[in-house]
């Protein structure tokens, strides 16, 4: 949590998200000094928050109540080492605007941010850690300085009202809006996949399923519940072989399978996770399929040869097993 309370230091951030040279200040002995000279811009409209951009982002600025990875590391004016960073953690959680980052200034100064975009920052006592500071690392009425890169960023607003809703409320929210939800739980679940966080991917992917599961009044309906919910379905079976839990990947691909009998992906996944379970003749059957439908995909031809070459193994194996059976036999029959 960025806030008010606890603060940890783990590394060093300074100008532009480089690290600094040991016993070198991050800024000029006085922030204000830096202020001045930098020419910061002023937020707050009363100087309480006030911004130095080190380095452009690109596309939309950073939306309330978004869900945010961010590094960043805090100073304390004349301190060479931050009171708090992230710096060197290789895969940011997300924090959610006014729940996991509390700290006002920084809340102000993210909603100018975007995605790439690095910054400098500094805060005011009313912006920051107020006129009792948090004993004993942040003094009273302490200015801070923060460097902050945005990582990335997901509007999860509409999101969470959903959820808040009662099941007799969600029903009746509009397809449209039950779509947008189910796609940002998509891709919550795909920015905890490429952290490789994968039970909460799948925790993401399953919230998506659950709101997929409503009767349509049309077929075009159904044909835009079909398509978001198919995404889902390959990305749990995808997300279940990474926690080895084949027969879980499995199941979620036959459901894939359910609106599209012809999809590849979801072909191959089946194959994968039956090959897993050292069921090889399904697995042959699945993978079989895929190629038909994608004859020069690597993947699926790649696995079709290790399919082949586990099936030889256990071909090799169960000879070797019925010889040791029947060597006792032989030998006394003599």
Known sequence: MVGRRGAASEARLGP??????????????????????????????????LK????????QAVPPAASVAVKYSGYLEHWDEPFCTNYYSKFPGLMKLGKDITLGGLEIGLLTMKK???????????????????????PPNATVMFEVEV??????????????????????FPLQKVLKVAD??????????????????????????SILGRSPSSE?????????????????????????RPAQALAYGEKALEIDQR???????????CLCMTEYEKARDFL??????????HDINNELKKLASCYKDYMEKEKEMCCRMFAPLNSSSG
């Not at 016993?23 to 000029?28: E, L, R, S």
């Not at 002995?29 to 930098?38: E, G, I, P, V």
């Not at 079989?288 to 995909?297: G, K, L, M």
């Open 184 to 209: 940002t739980e998509r891709e919550f679940g795909n920015y905890l996949y490429r952290k490789r966080h994968f039970e909460g991917a799948k925790d993401r992917y399953k919230r998506a399923v």
């Open 220 to 244: 075009a309906e159904q044909c835009q519940i079909n398509a978001s919910k198919l995404l889902v379905l390959l990305n749990l079976s995808l997300t279940y072989l990474k926690l080895e």
């Open 16 to 49: 532009q998200g480089r690290s600094h040279p040991a016993g070198q200040a991050p800024a000029a002995s006085s922030f204000w000094c830096l202020a001045q000279t930098r020419g910061l811009r002023d937020l707050s409209g009363d100087g309480g928050v």
């Open 116 to 138: 790439g975009e690095v910054a400098r920052f500094v805060f005011t006592p009313d912006y920051a850690y107020g006129r009792q500071g948090c004993p004993p690392l942040i």
């Open 288 to 297: 079989v399929r895929a190629q038909h439908i994608q004859p020069f995909n």
């Open 151 to 172: 990582l990335d960023f997901l509007d999860s607003d509409e999101s969470d009202t959903f959820f808040q809703l009662t099941a007799e409320q969600q029903d009746t």
């Open 52 to 59: 130095e951009e080190l380095r452009p982002g690109s596309g």
């Open 263 to 273: 999809n590849a992906k979801a072909l191959f996944r089946c194959g994968q996770a």
